[in-house]
């Protein structure tokens, strides 16, 4: 009869509605999902760009300390080398001293 086959539309859109309500709760959670994931993903590449900004700084740091290593190495090398020679003419004096 026409009215059950009018209460059985009523009842498939009753369905299709709450279908539809479903998919759009779905996709606004979907939407806020992402939405958080994006900024998820900014953060985490701001923190990553801090991190290398940090490792470059440590690198230039590095660079500066083993440059006045090398510097400090050379002048010691220097001092040794040239307390060497007055020690190898203070050992001939002693030699010619004792020789004499």
């Not at 026409?2 to 939407?31: C, H, P």
């Not at 290398?52 to 010691?76: C, D, F, H, I, W």
């Amino acid at each position: 009869s026409t009215g059950e086959r009018m209460e059985d539309e009523i009842s498939k859109n009753a369905v299709l509605a709450k279908e539809v309500v479903d998919l759009k709760a779905t996709i606004e959670f979907l939407q806020m999902e992402h939405s958080f994931s994006e900024s998820e993903l900014s953060r985490r590449d701001e923190s990553i760009e801090e991190l290398l900004s940090e490792v470059e700084k440590l690198r230039e740091n590095r660079e500066s300390v083993l440059q006045r290593a090398k510097t400090k190495l050379k002048e010691r090398t220097k001092k040794l080398n040239s307390s060497r020679i007055r020690l190898g003419y203070a050992l001939m004096e002693v030699r010619e001293l004792k020789g004499s």
